[in-house]
């Protein structure tokens, strides 16, 4: 992103993100702390690779989607709301 503070995930390493896969934020990467210092596009970019984790893990996983990438979507989904209802449909 842009240098923001980032936070490691709770899952660790081992969470099993989506290799090879760029535009897919897993829930091993690095999340910024704090949304609300983004920008709209920064906001939506990450709420895109979110979104594309989290598709990727419905229809990898029989246990559905890792906690960690639904709590993420779920953020991002409230900032955008938050934002004047630029959340896209989910």
């Given at each position: 992103?842009?240098?923001?503070?980032?936070v490691?995930?709770?899952?660790?390493?081992?969470?099993?993100?989506?290799?090879?896969?760029?535009?897919?934020?897993?829930?091993?990467?690095?999340?910024?702390?704090?949304?609300?210092?983004?920008?709209?596009?920064?906001?939506?970019?990450?709420?895109?690779?979110?979104?594309?984790?989290?598709?990727?893990?419905?229809?990898?996983?029989?246990?559905?989607?890792?906690?960690?990438?639904?709590?993420?979507?779920?953020?991002?989904?409230?900032?955008?709301?938050?934002?004047?209802?630029?959340?896209?449909a989910a």
């Open positions: 992103m842009s240098g923001l503070d980032t490691p995930s709770p899952a660790g390493p081992a969470a099993g993100g989506t290799p090879g896969c760029e535009t897919c934020l897993g829930p091993d990467c690095a999340f910024p702390a704090e949304l609300s210092a983004l920008s709209l596009v920064e906001l939506q970019v990450l709420h895109s690779r979110v979104a594309c984790q989290l598709e990727h893990e419905y229809l990898t996983g029989p246990d559905g989607p890792h906690p960690v990438t639904q709590d993420r979507h779920d953020e991002l989904l409230a900032e955008l709301e938050a934002r004047g209802g630029s959340a896209p």
